[in-house]
């Protein structure tokens, strides 16, 4: 491993104790294990990636280096969302490397690919770039939970958020993929989903992890007074459909 990739490393760690909200040096020790760097880690201070407090007891990422560790827990993420959801691969072996080889801009475009989702598959934030931004200024999201979906709704499965590997395992051998068609049937007692064929029954929370593209709203073309759309007035009304 190169110094560039420890130094990564050391940031990705640190980015993972502020999640976990601590700043104690003894805890970058333990991650670290017997592992650890003094060099790697003098190193960061000397870039200005960290700082440690006054007391020696205490570290935290600068600005500047929350901004590299942001990207670097990005890259991971993505990586782990593309490989799982659409190569179907160890996804934490592969984003390992990913993360460290891929530029900002090929970050955004998988992103982009994805749909911008939140979560990698253990249900960890994905830190939004600007990619994402401007998706959320320029429309609403194109994805959600198949459980906003209406009973009788076909949606094409985007990707699935979950922090549970056996839940997020059981989901993927009922081959609820990315790509794979859902119809809802039923949403109770249980979620009913037809998949390829299978009927297939789930509670909500599992439903909630499922999210789908979704779908586009049915457009009603204008008709005139007379001849067809005049036979076709029950039908419309029936169906719920106002004529313009």
């Known amino acids: 491993m190169s110094q560039n990739q420890e130094v990564d490393e050391y940031l990705e760690k640190l980015w993972y104790m502020k999640e976990e909200q601590t700043d104690k040096l003894e805890d970058l020790y333990k991650a670290c294990g017997a592992g650890f760097s003094r060099e790697t880690f ?65 970050v955004d475009s998988i992103c982009t690919l994805l749909g911008h989702p939140r979560e990698c598959p253990h249900g960890m934030p994905i830190p939004k770039g600007e990619c994402c931004l401007r998706f959320a200024r320029s429309a609403q999201s194109s994805v959600i939970p198949v459980a906003e ?51 297939i029954a789930l509670d909500r929370e599992i439903a909630k992890d499922i999210c789908v593209w979704k779908p586009a709203a049915p457009v009603l073309a204008k008709v005139g007074r007379r001849g067809r759309g005049r036979k076709k007035r029950g039908w419309f009304r029936r169906m719920g459909f106002r004529r313009e």
């Open 149 to 199: 979906l209406e009973v009788g709704q076909e949606a094409r499965v985007a990707y699935v958020n979950c922090d549970d590997d056996s839940r997020l395992h059981r989901i993927d051998g009922l081959h609820i993929r990315p790509g794979a068609i859902l119809k809802l049937h039923q949403t109770y007692p249980t979620f009913v989903l037809e998949c390829e064929g299978a009927n």
């Open 42 to 106: 003098q190193t960061l201070i000397n870039h200005g990636l960290a700082e440690i407090s006054a007391d020696g007891k205490s570290v935290a990422l600068t600005p500047k280096g929350e901004k590299d560790a942001r990207q670097i827990i990005r890259s991971h993420r993505l990586a782990e969302r593309l490989i799982h959801d659409a190569l179907g691969g160890d996804f934490e072996a592969g984003a390992c490397e990913f993360e460290h080889i891929v530029a900002p801009e090929l």
